[in-house]
């Protein structure tokens, strides 16, 4: 699965921006003719973004388009737009229903057929962000073509009539829902928008704290947001070395037969393994990306 630290959207009629966001090293680009894009502007966005599809090298970029919600009505011409030049996937907004990836599933399934593509090769990234969406989750989530949950902590927001707040404690419980939702399907969860950007400290205290919460990544909307937010999902060097010293005594304790132990003052048991792995695993990620990259 590509790695998705930080996804960055911009306008899909925006030629200028998207030229720019392949200059950025950002793991992700999101190319959009949803909310980004003003409602006299979804056709050039569609004739845009195909145009930025078959011109320009997006390099180890994902190249991403998003297509308007299922009953907006501009949907399927949003996807039969970019589907010929083949993106790397498709990101669905607003979802509430598996239908809703079931449809694009088949539509991207036919274009694979017809051009002679890999059979899922294009894959399916979507938006959760209404109360329905968190509520149908459990079926949504299981599907075979989706990558990754995106949460829209606006929509989200709006859907609930929450006011939100600067530590978004009002999002939390729909946060969590979408990292277990996409754990236990083994998918990645993309937490929220700083809409903020100038504040890019405020940026890097949601990005940890989404990243201590589970996310593997997060949306951005500004060049600026790329490098903090790369950090924030990428595992330090002292995290990296903590995990270790774990996964080696947790091996020595389990040959003296004892299940629990202590480090530093601290007690070890299974649970923490599990953990200590989960973190290598992303170290790794990241080690390979930068030898790809
Ligand atoms: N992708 C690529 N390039 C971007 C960008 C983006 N999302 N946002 C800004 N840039 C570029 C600008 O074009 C500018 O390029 P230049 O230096 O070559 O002229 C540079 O980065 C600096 O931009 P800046 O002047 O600071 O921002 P702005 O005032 O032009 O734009 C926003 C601010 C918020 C309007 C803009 O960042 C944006 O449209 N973001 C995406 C919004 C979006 O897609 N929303 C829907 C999904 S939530
Ligand atoms: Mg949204």
Request: one cysteine or more; aromatic letters at 6%.
């Amino acid at each position: 699965m590509h790695s998705r630290r930080a996804l960055l959207y911009m306008p899909g009629d925006n030629w200028k921006m998207i030229t720019k966001s392949i200059t950025l090293g950002v793991d992700s680009i999101c190319m959009d003719m949803e909310d980004g894009t003003a409602v006299s502007k979804k056709a050039e966005a569609r004739v845009t973004i195909a145009k930025a599809l078959q011109e320009l090298d997006f390099g180890a970029s994902e190249k991403l388009a998003r297509i308007n919600s299922n009953g907006s009505g501009w949907e399927q011409d949003d996807i039969e737009a970019v589907l010929p030049y083949h993106p790397d996937g498709i990101v669905i907004p607003k979802v509430e229903s598996v239908d809703h990836i079931e449809w694009a599933s088949k539509i991207i399934e036919s274009a694979e057929l017809k051009y002679g593509w890999q059979v899922n090769s294009i894959r399916v990234l979507i938006g959760i962000e209404t109360a329905k969406g968190i509520l149908n989750l459990k079926e949504i989530a299981s599907h075979p073509r989706l990558d990754a949950v995106i949460f829209g902590g606006e929509d989200f927001a709006a859907s609930i009539g929450a006011t939100r707040t600067k530590d978004a404690v009002e999002l939390l419980y729909a946060r969590q829902a979408v990292i277990v939702a996409c754990t236990a399907y083994d998918i990645q969860p993309l937490d929220i928008v700083t809409i903020d950007y100038k504040d890019i400290e405020a940026l890097r205290v949601e990005s940890e704290f989404g990243a201590r919460l589970g996310f593997v990544g997060k949306q951005i909307i500004h060049p600026a947001q790329v490098e903090p937010v790369q950090t924030a999902f990428t595992p330090n060097t002292e995290a990296i070395a903590y995990a270790k010293r774990i996964v080696e005594t947790f091996e020595a304790s389990q040959k003296e037969g004892k299940g629990a132990y202590s480090l530093d003052g601290k007690m070890i048991d299974m649970p923490l393994l599990k953990n200590a792995q989960k973190v290598l695993e992303r170290g790794l990620q990241s080690a390979t990306r930068r030898i790809a990259d």
